[in-house]
């Protein structure tokens, strides 16, 4: 089956400039999430959508990052304006509805590299 | 709220050497770990995950990790690393509601498998 598919795959701006990123995940995933990954750490989730609701994005810094799902299939996350401290990888990751028999298994796509300057 | 920390920043090993990654996380009633490993510039990839059952968990490429419930760890082991094991690796705890999970990951440790 194909995997979660993300782009682009690197992006460079400077700061206060606009981007965005996309994600498709795998076929039939109703849960999609966006992490970010700054440098030497681990992921941090930004924003959980269950179909094409938000289930948790109490992470997610609002007054400059949005996301939609809409349809409850690809999503957008967006950044405007952009801050230096934003350069991260953008993971977004996909899994099945826990309620339907899930493994809790997330998938992930390979990430976007943004580097703000 | 959960916590996950990894002990090792960096563990350098020889190839064909055995290896512990050590992972712990803050006390639930339940939870459920993963361990992902991540190569250079690529998204993440289960290693194992631990929701229930055995204690000792096997996962790919001949890892495995046991779940220590009165010691809150969950180590990720490899009797022999080979070159091809170098990369970042990373110990998850899963919180939330049924159907609406979370992970929470740690720092990751990275690997470095010397010949």
């Known amino acids: 089956e194909a995997g979660v598919a993300q782009s682009p795959r690197y992006k460079i701006i400077e700061k206060r400039q606009s981007v965005a990123f996309w994600c498709n995940p795998i076929?039939?995933?109703?849960?999609l999430y966006w992490y970010q990954q700054i440098l030497g750490q681990g992921p941090k989730l930004l924003i959980q959508?269950?179909?094409?609701?938000?289930?948790?994005d109490s992470q997610l810094p609002k007054d400059r990052f949005s996301a939609e799902r809409l349809k409850g299939v690809d999503s957008t996350l967006k950044i405007q304006p952009a801050k230096l401290e934003d350069s991260a990888v953008y993971l977004c990751?996909?899994?099945?509805?826990?309620?339907?028999?899930?493994?809790?298994?997330?998938?992930f796509g390979p990430g976007t590299r943004l580097t703000v300057t | 709220a959960q916590s996950v920390t990894q002990l090792d920043s960096q563990v350098p090993v020889f190839e064909e050497a055995p290896v512990e990654l050590r992972c712990n996380y803050s006390?639930?009633?339940?939870?459920?770990l993963f361990w992902y490993v991540q190569y250079p510039n690529q998204g993440l990839q289960l290693l194992l995950k631990?929701?229930?059952?055995?204690?000792l968990v096997k996962g790919i490429n001949g890892f495995e990790a046991e779940f220590n419930k009165s010691q809150t760890s969950f180590h990720l082991r490899k009797p022999s690393v080979h070159i091809s094991d170098t990369a970042e690796y990373f110990c998850?705890?899963?919180?939330?509601?049924?159907?609406?999970?979370?992970?929470?990951f740690g720092q990751g440790t990275r690997l470095t498998i010397n010949p």
């Open positions: 959508f269950q179909n094409n609701g938000v289930v948790d």
């Open positions: 006390s639930s009633v339940s939870v459920y």
């Open positions: 631990y929701l229930s059952g055995s204690t």
């Open positions: 990751a996909s899994s099945l509805d826990g309620l339907a028999g899930g493994t809790y298994e997330q998938y």
């Open positions: 998850a705890v899963s919180e939330g509601e049924w159907g609406a999970q979370k992970l929470v």
């Open positions: 076929s039939g995933h109703a849960t």
